[in-house]
């Protein structure tokens, strides 16, 4: 929905100043997303707001619109946003500054890591809004060159991760110290009692908007699945590495146990992988996610506590090597590739006793996942690969396979695979 003005009209009508839809059409954004749509007009009546929505969702620029549309050009320190990571608060802080770029505000990024003396120097330009990690402007705070007494707006914004990350302390002096009046939003991409007490207690009266069951991204994923026996999982997953070839992939697992397992395994085979799960304590898991978002680690096993709040752009392919008991779970697996206009791939290994599982998911989602063949790959009866796990000396090119009993296997039907790209039409499918 574009007017000739060439402005996206939609954000025109939630109340966004032309000088923010200069600059987010410069960014191609037409149409707000759910949470956006929400967020935007109650951040601008000055509300505040817990909001919870899937990463990759926008919910910077839902936040950023009607903070930076209320800042006072012409007076000092007005917003503080917390961040849980330095990556994070150097990407928020990006977002935020091509949202401003007609509006002519000065924003900042704190963060361990960096030298205090260049951030003091950025400090001293007076911005009108400052991103950090908490532990950062803790210290800034402490050494008195930043002042919060008075910011007229607080986000936390990733609070979920922030709390995982052991910030707790921090974010609770940081926010007693916001002493003046103020609006205050919290984001976050899961949202659980902690989080609710914090608001409670920090917020006033904050509307709680939830859009994490928004179908919009999901069905923004190439989804499909994969029908497969339990023990030729392993092997297909394999020639499916191979094959989709993808930069960066998170594979899951129902358990911590199944994860281990299988990222051992696959490290066996030669796949750069590693696994992610609650039994890594935390600083472990956070050096893993480090090397993830640098692209260093190009497969992540995990389950589904440990990726909570993962936030790494541009996962090109989430597979689920388990299938998800809980189809509400699937879709916050998937939710983690596809961020905002990118496609992402989604496949679901299936075993002939999943139908139900899968048929749930399909209804949830209110879309059918589509079956697809793997070129090349061969299923197995359970015997041959008890077989190759015991590691059979290689049969020579000139021998016929035998089955252990003596038998001659018997040559296998061919399997029609129509190419990896194949979608077959809509119909019954054979499970
Ligand atoms: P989240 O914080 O929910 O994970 P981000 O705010 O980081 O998501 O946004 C993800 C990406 O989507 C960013 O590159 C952002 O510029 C883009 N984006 C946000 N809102 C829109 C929109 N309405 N239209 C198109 N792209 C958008
Ligand atoms: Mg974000």
Redesign the pocket.
Known sequence: MQKHTGLPQAFADLGVEVRFLKAIGK???????D??LQMIPRGLEGRDILGQ?????????AFGLPILQQIDPAGRLQALCLAPTRELAV?VTG?LKRIAEFANLRIVAVYGGQKVATQLHLLGHKPHFVVGTPGRVMDFMRRGVLQIARVRFVVLDEVDRMLDIGFRDDIREILSQATGEHQTIF?SATIDDEIKRLAQRFAHNPVDIDVSQDRLTVADVDQSYVTVDAWDKFRLLKLLLKQEDPPVAIVFCNTKAGARKLAKRLHGAGVNAKEIHGDLVQQKREHVMDRFRKHQIKVLVATDLAARGI?VNSISHIINYDIPPDSEVYVHRIGRTA???AEGVAITLVTSEQGKELTNIEKLINLEIVERTIDGFKPSTPREELQEAQAPPPLSRFETPVFSNGEAAPAKLPRRTLGSRFRPARGRRRL
């Open positions: 960014m191609n954004f037409v149409d707000p997303s949470i956006q929505a899937q990463t990759g969702t926008g919910k910077t620029a990407q977002e984001v936030d961020r905002m206009g």
